[in-house]
């Protein structure tokens, strides 16, 4: 059972809105690192990635890996990296079980390295998709091994496709996932396209169905209006066909909300309308 869920924003970085939303125009939009964080009854505390941190800034100093740095160019939050927040709330990072990786990009493992006892869980070809490409193909798809702890193999936790099962959470379009603690309280959903292996997570949380889409949409507005990112960010899909498969799903299902509260990892909206959800909840 989870006891308490909250976000933390770990930073952001700024793109015109026509490169995440067709049509959105040459206004620039800041698109936020927000990472739920889910306190388990019995497997304590559990990250959906790391969001941004000063690791980031290290593996991308020199080489092919800097125009990473000069093409996203982020600011890291005034409150500092996922670590250092939790620490603020009176977690010590040493506490963190699992975390969940939705994919392997640096904006959502750039924080590995300050967790130093979490188990690592993401589908297996999130990882094995990277580890086997060259270097060429890892710089395309955004990835840097050196984000990740010399002992990450060790605390892997790869999620198998033999393990997908009806879910227990009425979510249309996605009725199947993987019960990431075996208790039916948190459910890995496949929403593919994005990246290898890209993974969301559901719950069900004081009374709503929480749906965290990781990359899958930029916007909610991309989901909602079903308008997809520009073609120029097609160079950086695992798969173009697949992505917008998984948006018309998340479209058909804003439609038929329901008490289903979809939350995109970058977009603006997604922290406030996550404080509106809970409050809600709070006031029945």
């Known amino acids: ?17 026509n490169l995440v939303l067709q049509g959105g125009g040459s206004e620039k939009t800041h698109l936020p690192a927000q990472i739920p964080v889910f306190i388990h009854e019995t497997s304590g505390v559990i990250l959906f990635d790391t969001g941004y941190a000063e690791h980031f800034y290290h593996e991308t100093r020199k080489g092919l890996s800097r125009l990473q740095r000069i093409l996203a160019s982020p600011h890291l939050s005034s409150e500092g990296s996922a670590a250092a927040q939790l620490k603020a709330r009176g977690i010590d990072p040493c506490d963190v079980r699992y975390i969940i990786l939705s994919h392997f990009h640096p904006d959502h493992i750039a924080g590995l390295k300050d967790f130093p006892h979490a188990k690592f869980v993401f589908k297996s070809e999130a990882y094995d998709t990277l580890v086997k490409a060259s270097f060429l193909v890892q710089a395309k798809l955004g990835f840097l091994p050196g984000l990740l702890p010399e002992d990450f193999k060790d605390r892997c936790v790869a999620i198998s496709k033999t393990t997908l099962r009806q879910g227990s959470l009425l979510l249309p379009g996605f009725s199947q996932g993987y019960d990431l603690l075996g208790d039916g309280s948190l459910w890995g959903i496949d929403l593919p396209g994005h990246a290898p292996g890209h993974l969301g997570v559901a719950l069900e949380y004081c009374g709503k169905t929480f749906f965290f889409t990781a990359d899958a949409s930029y916007l909610y507005q991309g989901i909602t209006d079903l308008v997809y990112p520009s073609p120029v960010l097609d160079l950086v899909l695992s798969d173009r066909r697949a992505f917008q498969d998984t948006l018309h799903r998340l479209n058909h299902l804003s439609q038929n909300t329901n008490g289903i509260v979809i939350l995109p990892y970058h977009c603006p909206r997604t922290m406030e309308r996550f404080s509106d959800a809970i409050h809600h909840c709070l006031e029945v």
């Open 1 to 17: 059972m989870i006891k308490d869920l909250f976000l933390l924003d770990t930073g952001y970085t700024t793109q015109s809105k």
